[in-house]
Nanobody
Framework: QVQPAESGGGVVQAGGSLRLSCAASDRPFTTYTFSEYTVAWFRQAPGKEHEFVAAIRWSDGNTYYSDSVKGRFTISKAGAKATMHLQMNNLVPEDTAVYSC??????????????????WGQGTQVTVSS
């Protein structure tokens, strides 16, 4: 079991960069890790459904990206088993949304399906101004 906790959101101008982080738990002295999970980012803009952004399968490091962010965003593990980063470059106003971290065990073909993830964080706002 994990308790994803996001950080790193904010306001940035178009063309800028942000790095989001997701920890397996925001509680100190816990042993939660992502080692058994696929960890993903989803985003939701006002009035829209959850949209898959990127995911990483912890066991082998395989990554998955939506077409809208491929080449601009990079998902990565951060050393130990309990933190993941999403580096977002060349941001555009259409990237504005609440970004949420989620953990689950989807099959590779289902990595983009939010219903395959059962642990979710509270989300962090990303706003890109034009």
């Amino acid at each position: 079991q994990v308790q994803p906790a996001e950080s790193g959101g904010g306001v940035v101008q178009a063309g800028g960069s942000l790095r989001l982080s997701c920890a397996a738990s925001d509680r100190p002295f816990t042993t939660y890790t992502f080692s058994e999970y696929t960890v993903a980012w989803f985003r939701q803009a006002p009035g829209k459904e959850h949209e898959f952004v990127a995911a990483i399968r912890w066991s082998d490091g395989n990554t998955y990206y939506s077409d809208s962010v491929k080449g601009r965003f990079t998902i990565s593990k951060a050393g130990a088993k309990a933190t993941m980063h999403l580096q977002m470059n060349n941001l555009v106003p259409e990237d504005t949304a609440v970004y949420s971290c989620a953990a689950g065990r989807p099959a590779p073909s289902a990595a983009m399906n939010p219903q395959m993830y059962y642990y979710w964080g509270q989300g962090t706002q990303v706003t890109v101004s034009s």
